[in-house]
């Protein structure tokens, strides 16, 4: 039996050293060209681009363009003349001996492949195989291989072992909806995709392993962003027994601070990345995931300008943003105050003139001694523009939002730069707007500050968390903490948030279990692989960092799914649909 051999060497690696020598190609047809009595075809794989060249032009002028072929050629030097630098194969070319088609490109291509980026999301993923063979795309892929290879290498130095959790699990009320699998084997039963590997990671440390990660699959229904993907992501999860928040800190500013100047030129915080609280970081920032590259910061100005006679100031929350020197006309100022009315609030500013009086339709509320100390507290200069939102419920909210904008609008943000910290002591819970109860604010297996002590006589809403997130450019990076490994403690916490033990137990059977055999102190967190990648490689679109992402609206053109499955298949599962 004949074997087939369709390539002995790459298109991209043929170089001035196989002159004279006799090749075999095999690839995609990127171009074709007709010179009359000189056909020219450029022949594309994964390694780059090489010219054929063949004097039989009306043997090979019907081979269309992404059709895959294989060549068998003599490879030859081309004139100083006609090489081309820009091209890693441009030294060279190759006469075509003889050419077999492999794979024809039987319809017309849904986009130039050069140029899919140009074509809108949903025909790019409907035909994404295609538009996986764009370099630029392509390479995103290679990309996402290299860093992950880093990462894996990363922590086996740091003595982690790589274990896999399961897919199939139970379900878990830990936020985000859950993608739920109806059991054929239990009537009416249902497993779920885990939402992260939270319970089997702490499980772990229970088990006796020192240091555990994984680059674990995550399965959450949530609607997708720009920044968040629907369905499923990947994140870099890890655990340390007998560990405290410090030990994961390290561990955590290694990995990103290597991976980030390995796989950038930008400048990338020094370790230790500052710290932050969460009081400071909404209060200075207006978010718990500030953009450091953004140098301006949010004032509090409440006890000051509660004193003014302007109504909307009194028994609210007050705060401000100084700006030096802005030079913008009159519309824009109107733009800002539209701005702010679109999401939800309303815009006051300020001018400070040369002689340091205000120029402002507020100044007339103002009497002197609230004058003076404005001055003092903002430390104002002549050329100051203080910006001023007062919102009783959400001023924190709406000045983060105007912070954003306004570096944006005055083009405050360096851009060659990744600036990390670490947001921590988050509270441990928080108030639910909608039914005024008690919730957990972040993850509920998290370690309170103060454990049974601080559960038991502290006001629920004073309490903290042992509980960070790393921060890069506005973006949250990654979310840890210092877990819970007590049973008293676990059914405290899940009582004041309106769980009875039962529930506990029922929810979580296997911590609840788990714990009563001596369970270590632990902690770890959890990085998010692909919004690393999306940074790294400057995307404003975190799908463009996974080969085959759902849409943005939870659907695959590609594969047409969602779709109905069999009425054979829901009867075996126990199911019946609505109408």
Not at 205 to 215: H, P, T
Not at 247 to 262: A, I, L, N, R
Not at 369 to 379: F, G, M, T, Y
Not at 382 to 403: E, H, S, T, Y
Request: aromatic share 10%.
């Amino acid at each position: 039996m004949k074997e087939n051999i369709y390539r002995n060497i790459y298109c991209g690696n043929v170089s001035v050293n196989e002159v004279g020598k006799t090749v075999k190609l095999a690839g995609w047809v990127n171009s074709i060209r007709n010179l009359g009595g000189l056909l020219f075809i450029t022949l594309r794989d994964e390694t780059g681009i090489v010219q054929l060249i063949s004097e039989e032009v009306e043997k090979y002028i019907n081979i269309n363009k992404e059709s895959t072929i294989t060549i068998t050629g003599i490879v030859q030097k081309r004139t100083d003349d006609m090489i081309n630098p820009n091209m890693k194969t441009g030294e060279i070319e190759v006469l075509i001996s003889s050419l077999e088609v492999l794979g024809e490109c039987e319809n017309v291509l849904p986009f130039e492949i050069s140029r899919s980026k140009e074509s809108t999301e949903e025909t790019r993923l409907k035909y994404r195989y295609l538009d996986l063979r764009n370099e630029e795309v392509h390479n995103n892929i290679l990309f996402r291989s290299e860093v992950i290879d880093f990462i894996r290498s990363t922590m086996k130095s740091l003595n982690f072992t790589e274990i896999q959790t399961p897919i199939i699990t139970a379900t878990s009320p830990e936020g985000a909806r859950d993608f739920i699998v109806p059991s054929r084997k239990f009537k009416g039963k249902f497993y779920a995709l885990p939402q992260a590997p939270q319970i089997f990671k702490q499980l772990l440390m229970v088990s006796g392993f020192n240091r555990y990660f994984q680059i674990a699959p995550c399965f959450r229904d949530e609607d997708p962003r720009s920044d968040r993907l629907y369905g499923e992501f990947y994140q870099l999860d890890f655990e340390m027994s007998f560990a405290t928040e410090e030990d994961v800190y390290d561990v955590g500013q290694k990995v990103f601070y290597d991976v980030f100047t390995k796989f950038s030129n930008k400048e990338v915080s020094p370790i230790p990345f500052r710290r932050i609280s969460y009081t400071e970081s909404m209060l200075k920032y207006g978010t718990d995931k500030p953009d450091l590259r953004n140098p301006l910061e949010i004032v509090d100005l409440t006890d000051i300008l509660n004193k003014s006679s302007f109504e909307p100031f009194k028994d609210t929350t007050v705060r401000c943003i100084v700006v030096n020197n802005i030079d913008k006309s009159n519309s824009w100022y109107k733009q800002m105050e539209e701005y702010v009315k679109s999401i939800g609030g309303v815009l006051g500013y300020i001018k400070v003139n040369d002689d340091m009086s205000f120029k402002s339709s507020l100044d007339k509320f103002f009497d002197d001694e609230v004058r003076s100390e404005l001055k003092e507290k903002l430390n104002l200069k002549p050329g100051n523009v203080i910006f001023i939102i007062a919102n009783k419920d959400k001023c924190a909210k709406l000045m983060g939002q105007l912070r954003i904008k306004l570096g944006n609008e005055l083009d405050l943000i360096d851009k060659n730069r990744y600036e990390f910290c670490i947001i921590n002591n988050f509270p441990f819970y928080e108030l639910n707007e909608e039914d005024n109860k008690i919730e957990f604010s972040h993850n509920p297996f998290s370690m309170p500050q103060g454990g049974l002590d601080a559960l038991n006589n502290k006001n629920p809403l004073e309490i903290q968390a042992y509980q960070y997130d790393f921060v890069c450019n506005g973006y949250e990076m990654a979310s840890g903490g210092v877990r819970n490994h007590s049973r008293q403690i676990l059914k405290k916490a899940f009582e004041i948030a309106g769980y009875d033990e039962e529930v506990v137990k029922s929810k979580f059977p296997s911590l609840y279990e788990a714990f009563r055999f001596g369970a270590p102190p632990h902690a770890g967190m959890a990085p998010g692989i692909d919004r690393i990648l999306m940074l790294l490689k400057d995307e404003e679109n975190i799908r463009e960092m996974v080969a085959f992402p759902l849409g943005a609206n939870g659907a695959d053109a590609m594969m047409g799914c969602p779709n109905e499955v069999f009425e054979q298949q829901l009867r075996e599962t126990h199911i019946k649909i609505r109408d």
